[in-house]
């Protein structure tokens, strides 16, 4: 392969883990907070891959770059806002070095004004021609055997570039840190009304803050104030574990970044396909109702289109199948079901490639919303082997985060010290793959003796989804946000 004679020598230990992969597996089930896996990947080639060895390795491939401008401002850069080009990862190089270029896609944007993002790139697109290279990546070592490059995503970006705050509908995140840092701002489920959430611009599985984190409008947005940031700098070879629903703005400090991450299906995740069915036929019939020339960019660029009403109503309908099949192979097993202090995650058998026995904690509804960390037993926090190879990313000070909301914090590589003071992918594939299958059956308990589907349990219709959405519970609920808007 291109590249392999820059595989660096096996340093001494290198290969002694500081836990075993089903400890590791534990943590990432059990912890609450955001924490850094430290020394677990030094013998990964995976840690080879900085800038120059992925350029080499693509051989003149272009990847798409999205560019947005180094000026603070007191909105996010949503993706709807940024420009578009396509670029190999020599020019990039070249650029984020400052080399003057006469040509070339980049040579429109001034370094010192722009910051560019290759994100959100499935390794198993953008290196099809050399799958090989998928096992570079081992997160086997951290409890998921066969999940390696092909499950996971890659990110290339400038000093800048950032993913505006937002929180992942689906999953728990595990990101490595491959070349250069990056700075990660997280905010726990508890704070997501101080966050002011926002479904425009529209991408599913992701919910977006109305804020801008690293510069913050607290005239608009007086409640963010009350968020508790954890503020880490992430450096080569260190992994980042965001747990469920954890909100983070992401930002690269240095020259140039790359990293890796995988999100990790959890139990959860049936129910948050059904919420995020639901969403995507309301936001998809207003939206689309609305005149194109009134120029509101709401879909986001990772959505290819605004799927129609028919297609986004078999998604629902076979994400509540795929619920309540969870739901039943929960009572027929189980053992499946995940530990104490882990209902909200993903047992060994529960893979996304294995769908059809995944299950979900025994007994009722799944906590898909906010959850606060803090209530977690402190007995169950000691448990957890905190130490020189995990460490948690502590909340910052009161008085850091009321007034600058997310202070910058050294920069210094010791995170001990650091902490004392951002769809595969998004499982987007999931999607696609449940809108795009023809083998769903209807459930058995939703059949006649005879076989034939139940007429009273047939599949759902546009009035069944609109007898729920205004239920006079969920009207009032609605009417008193739309008027706390207007407050």
Known sequence: MAGAESRRPAAPGEGVKPFTPEKTKEIVMSLQQPAVFCNMVGDWPALRWNVKYLSAVLDGKTIQFRLGLKTADLVPQFETRCSYVEATLEEFFAWSSGQPSLSG??????????????????????????????????????????????????????????????????GCNLVLQVQGRKRWHLFPPGDTSFLYPTRIPYEESSVFSKVN???????????????????????????????????????SIDPITVSINSWIELDADHEARVEEAITRILVCAIKSAENPSDGDLWLNPTEVEATSHEINLQYLNQAVFAYL??????????ACSSSTGAEQRTSASCKRKRREVNCEPEGGRL??????????????????????????????????????????????????????????GKLHCIRKELVTSNDCETPAHQRDSDGSPNASQAALSTNDLLDCLVNPHVISLVAQLLLERRV
């Open 325 to 334: 099949k969870c739901q039943k192979a929960n009572v027929a097993e189980p």
């Open 105 to 170: 896609p980049l040579s429109c944007y001034e370094y010192s004004k722009y910051w560019a993002y290759a994100d959100y790139k499935y390794i198993a697109r953008i290196f099809e021609d050399k799958p090989e290279i998928f096992q570079d990546v081992r997160w086997s070592d951290f409890g998921f055997p066969g999940r390696g490059g092909k499950e996971s995503t890659l990110w290339i970006g400038s000093e800048g570039a950032n993913t505006p705050c937002h929180l992942d509908s689906y």
């Open 367 to 424: 906590l898909t919303h906010e959850f606060d960390f803090s209530t977690l037993k402190a007995e169950k926090l000691q448990k957890i082997p905190f130490g020189p190879h995990l460490i948690q990313v502590l909340p910052q000070s009161r008085e850091t985060s009321s007034t600058s909301a997310v202070a910058v914090e050294s920069d210094s590589t010791d995170l001990l010290y650091e902490n004392e003071g951002g769809h595969f």
């Open 213 to 251: 984190v690293a510069n913050p409008d607290l005239k608009r947005f007086p409640e963010f104030r009350n968020t508790t940031a954890h503020v880490v700098t992430l450096s080569p070879g260190q992994v980042l574990l965001v747990p469920r629903h954890w909100w983070h703005y992401v930002e």
